[in-house]
């Protein structure tokens, strides 16, 4: 926080969904302590603001499509070292051990009342750190089952759908099924991602 009259917080958002970028900004925007909402798309935007700008607090989604928020949030302190960053995510989640690794101040599920997220950003802004103990990778959305798993493992080793179907004695069209599934549970749109998004979770072997 700053003193005397500049005491209201500069605030970034860092996410690649127009949603979340409209609801942060409206929920932070008619906060009085926050002078000013800002919004980027990915790390290179997100790092042009800081720059500009020099935020106090930012949010920075764990999964920014081929960047990670870790990364992102590595780049910004390295320009601004005084900032806080709040890691969020609306799927994954990241373990205490590791946001503090890459510099982060805290961690936010965006299914958080907007209460407790403004609370957040005001007590990372104070100096304060924020993290929840990181949940199992097979609960909630990422409940994985032991097929699809295996189509998981099979995927990240670079075997087609007819492959993997032949391996695991599957027709293509269920194997098919199984990977739609994937993609769903790990709110992922294409291979790629989804090996990236179940590294990080350590979901693969």
């Known amino acids: 926080m700053k003193d005397g009259d500049s005491d209201r917080l500069r605030v970034l958002v860092v996410d690649d969904h127009d949603v979340v970028h409209w609801g942060f900004r ?5 906060l009085e302590w926050v002078e000013r909402c ?6 290179d935007e997100a790092l042009a603001l800081t720059r500009e700008h020099a935020p106090d607090v930012a949010l920075v989604d764990l999964f920014l499509g081929g960047e990670s928020g870790p990364e992102v949030c590595e780049r910004l302190l390295t320009e601004r070292p005084e900032l806080r960053v709040l890691l969020i995510s609306g799927a994954g989640r990241i373990s205490p051990a590791t ?9 936010v599920p965006k299914d958080w009342p907007a209460a407790d997220v403004a609370r957040a950003v005001r007590m990372v802004a104070l100096g304060m750190a924020l993290f929840e103990p990181a949940p199992p990778a097979a609960d909630g959305a990422l409940m994985l089952s032991s097929r699809e798993r295996e189509v998981l493992e099979r995927i990240a080793g670079g075997a087609t759908n007819r ?5 695991l004695h599957l027709s293509p069209h269920t194997v098919k099924e199984h990977t739609s ?5 790990l709110d992922v749109r294409n291979r790629a991602e989804a090996v990236q998004r179940a590294q990080r979770l350590g979901l693969l072997s």
Do not use: Q, V, W
């Open 38 to 43: 800002l919004s980027a798309r990915n790390g």
């Open 163 to 167: 492959e993997i179907a032949g391996a």
């Open 181 to 185: 599934a994937l993609y769903r549970k």
């Open 99 to 107: 946001a503090r690794a890459c510099g982060a101040s805290g961690f």
């Open 26 to 30: 409206l929920m932070l925007g008619e």
